[in-house]
């Protein structure tokens, strides 16, 4: 009996449970040992042979996009893929440029739509690289792929299971029923791409020549998910966040040729569809900055945790001890600005600069309220400025104090959303001050602008006799000593005045001898700005440095130099802000080139002088020569350039560049806006500010004193 007690004791449950953990410490301390764990990571290395790359992407394309999307993409988002891109074309493409990789599909076209080709490639990809990837994109030539913010997407996502994502479409309601799908069946658009897992691949790509033969539509997309719903048993998921994913603008090719800083660009994965090689590097330069934004604040915030800086910022300075020290915010009601001091104040339209600032500070504020909206089960979504203080510290940056409306938007339990107000106080800082070495930079300075530039002047001539003397006059003084190039257009409209006119000629005549000058008369029509300007233009070859102007115009010598320093052929359009003088110039004996305030105003809002190449006037399309009389026509033009994805438009004041006073009169049988423009701009060289003050207080006053007598 003892002894059977003695070996229950010792093999019993308590000693049982201590052998087992002195066998797992002894296993755990061998384990540990270097030599095992070099050996664990040699067995490791040798199962599983090389890792699969996350992706791998085929963009399917044509032989004349080759040497232009396909290009700009390997230039633009592919370089920074951790994976693979691949272009997928037809077979009978002939020769194909060396640094791309393109396959060539046997038995395969380019002809639209593109059915054979994208389930061709399908097969492809799982042959060749089924094994080497976790995901696949079908992707077109016009599609932006932010890379990064793919990756970030992907690797949440497990390729083992069978998935399909995308935009989900349902087919325009006329083909409702017609496009092969069962009820309430989606597909996943193609334009802005289609991801599939490595296993709906696997499952798909087998069967490929069973889905040829039986298209049931002309949709290449449809057909696509059509394939995969049959043989994967998978559908595009209805996830509304997917719409914003794979982001497909519907203003087809004028996508992306507008504001960029948007939220439906900053919080899309992929945008389609960017057909234009030029919108594609936009699009890339637009998320490089964004990016780089993204990195700067991470550096201030980095900064601020350093010491003493990691103080969060105030907008509140320290303690000013001059007048001249206080700063003077601005008041924002927008669309509006009220401010003090400027020209343009005490209200004006809120400019475009200051309009994308604001914009872009709430974007990012936005998103950085909502980066973790998923845990917190919420959204806030914004919806307009209601009023707001701004202020520019040329030290500091732009500080603003806007009053939000939001929405606030439970995303758990009750989904509510309701209306709140916030105040944001916010700071855009500049960045540091960055110093460039000039000898790097392309334009070196053999390439600035000099006299050896003929600049052709171009204007459009009808009446104003005394106007068109003193122009010529200017003309044959600045080009007296041979220095300066310059060639006078004139398009030469009659008059009613036949002596006037033939003093003209006559003036031409003359000046012809000193200065290049070529005149063309415009008979036997109605007065045409747009006309004459053209008429001359034409005179022109396509590389001529054009300045449109007017004849009462004046300009000196550095004026021409300047019009030749911000001219550039296929950059950069330079339309010149003038000083315009007041009514009050004109009974002023005085130098026209002084810019007192009462003699004049720079007119900011007027376009009618421009500097420009010819062959950019011709690729913007020229003037609208259905405008007749004056005005409107160069307002059509500005916007012509303005809509130019090449051109940048370059605005600034011209101090040596004067519209000189003369009386005008507005047509009544001018077109509405004509009429309107006219009047307005007759109202505007009237008097200055002050001038205008003077003379109105006193009536004020007197009407005042009669109305409490």
Same mark, same amino acid.
């Given at each position: ?37 070099? /050996? ?58 060396? +640094? ?115 298209? /049931? ?67 890339? /330069? ?27 910022? *105030? ?171 310059? /060639? ?10 036949? +002596? ?127 405008? +007749? ?37 507005? +047509? ?12 307005? *701009? ?28």
């Amino acid at each position: 009996m003892p002894t059977k007690r003695i070996c229950l004791t010792i093999f019993g449950r308590p000693v049982r449970r201590w052998l087992l953990f002195l066998i797992g410490l002894v296993l755990g301390i061998l384990l540990m040992r270097p030599s095992a764990v070099q /050996r664990g990571k040699t067995c490791t290395s040798t199962v599983l042979g090389k890792r699969r790359q996350l992706l791998f992407v085929g963009v399917m394309t044509a032989e004349k996009y080759l040497n232009t999307r396909a290009i700009t993409i390997m230039q633009t988002w592919a370089k920074h893929l951790r994976g693979q891109v691949h272009f997928f074309v037809g077979d009978g493409v002939g020769r194909l440029p060396s +640094d791309l990789p393109i396959v060539r599909l046997p038995g395969v076209d380019d002809t639209y739509p593109p059915q054979k080709k994208s389930l061709a490639m399908l097969h492809y990809m799982h042959t060749k690289y089924g094994d080497h990837f976790d995901w696949f994109l079908r992707a077109d030539d016009d599609l932006y792929v932010k890379v990064e913010k793919l990756e970030a997407f992907l690797v949440q996502l497990n390729s083992s299971q069978p998935m399909i994502i995308g935009q989900t479409g349902f087919g325009k309601p006329f083909e409702q029923g017609k496009l092969g799908l069962d009820t309430n069946q989606p597909y996943c658009m193609g334009g802005p791409g289609v991801l599939l897992s490595r296993e709906a691949l696997r499952r798909t790509a087998p069967h490929v020549h069973l889905c040829l033969a039986d298209f /049931r539509s002309t949709h290449e997309d449809v057909e696509l998910s059509r394939c995969v719903a049959r043989f994967a048993g998978i559908t595009c998921p209805l996830a509304y966040e997917l719409q914003s994913l794979f982001y497909n603008n519907y203003d087809g090719s004028f996508a992306a040729s507008g504001d960029l800083n948007v939220p439906q660009v900053h919080q899309a994965i992929s945008l389609h569809p960017l057909k234009q090689a030029n919108m594609m590097l936009r699009m890339h /330069r637009f998320v490089l900055n964004e990016q780089l934004a993204e990195l700067y604040g991470k550096l201030v915030r980095l900064q601020r945790e350093e010491g003493s800086s990691s103080k969060s910022p *105030s907008l509140h300075q320290v303690k000013c001890t001059s007048v001249e020290e206080v700063d003077v915010w601005q008041y924002i009601s927008p669309p509006y600005m009220y401010c003090a001091g400027n020209a343009d104040c005490p209200r004006k339209r809120i400019e475009s600069p200051m309009q994308y600032c604001i914009r872009n500070a709430i974007q990012q504020l936005m998103r950085q309220m909502n980066s973790h909206s998923r845990e917190l089960g919420r959204e806030i979504l914004f919806r307009s400025v209601l009023y707001g203080y701004e202020r520019i510290r040329p030290p500091v940056g732009v500080d603003l104090m806007l009053d939000l409306l939001l929405i606030h938007k439970r995303l758990k339990g009750k989904k509510t959303s309701i209306m709140v107000r916030r105040h944001a106080y916010l700071r855009r800082p500049f960045l540091q001050l960055q110093i460039s070495d000039q000898s790097s930079n392309s334009e070196s300075a053999a390439s600035l602008p000099s006299s050896e530039i003929t600049v052709h002047i171009v204007v459009a001539v009808h009446g104003r006799l005394n106007s068109f003397l003193r122009f010529a006059d200017q003309i044959e003084q600045i080009s007296a000593n041979g220095v300066e190039r310059v /060639r006078l257009i004139v398009a030469f409209f009659p008059s009613t005045i036949a +002596d006037d006119d033939r003093k003209a000629l006559e003036r031409v005549q003359t000046l012809s001898t000193s200065v290049e000058v070529d005149l063309t008369l415009v008979e036997k029509r109605q007065f045409s700005r747009a006309v004459g300007l053209q008429v001359g233009i034409e005179k022109c070859p396509p590389d001529a440095l054009l300045f449109l102007t007017d004849v009462d115009m004046l300009f000196t010598k550095e004026a021409l130099y300047r019009l030749r320093a911000n001219t550039k052929l296929g950059r950069q359009v330079f339309f010149p802000i003038v000083f315009s003088e007041f009514q009050t110039s004109a009974a002023k004996d005085g130098d026209h080139f002084d810019h007192s305030t009462n003699r004049g105003h720079f007119r900011h809002f007027g376009y009618g002088s421009v500097a420009l190449y010819k062959s950019d006037f011709d690729a913007a399309g020229g003037l609208d020569l259905s405008i +007749d009389g004056w005005g409107l026509e160069d307002v059509d033009l500005f916007q012509k350039l303005l809509n130019s994805t090449q051109l940048n438009l370059f605005r600034a004041p011209e101090p040596d560049l004067i519209h000189v006073y003369h009386p005008m009169v507005c +047509d009544p049988s001018l077109a509405p806006l004509q009429y309107k423009m006219c009047k307005g *701009s007759k109202a505007d060289g009237y008097l200055s500010a002050a001038d205008l003050t003077d003379l109105v207080y006193p009536l004020l006053e007197n009407i005042t004193t009669r109305q409490f007598a």
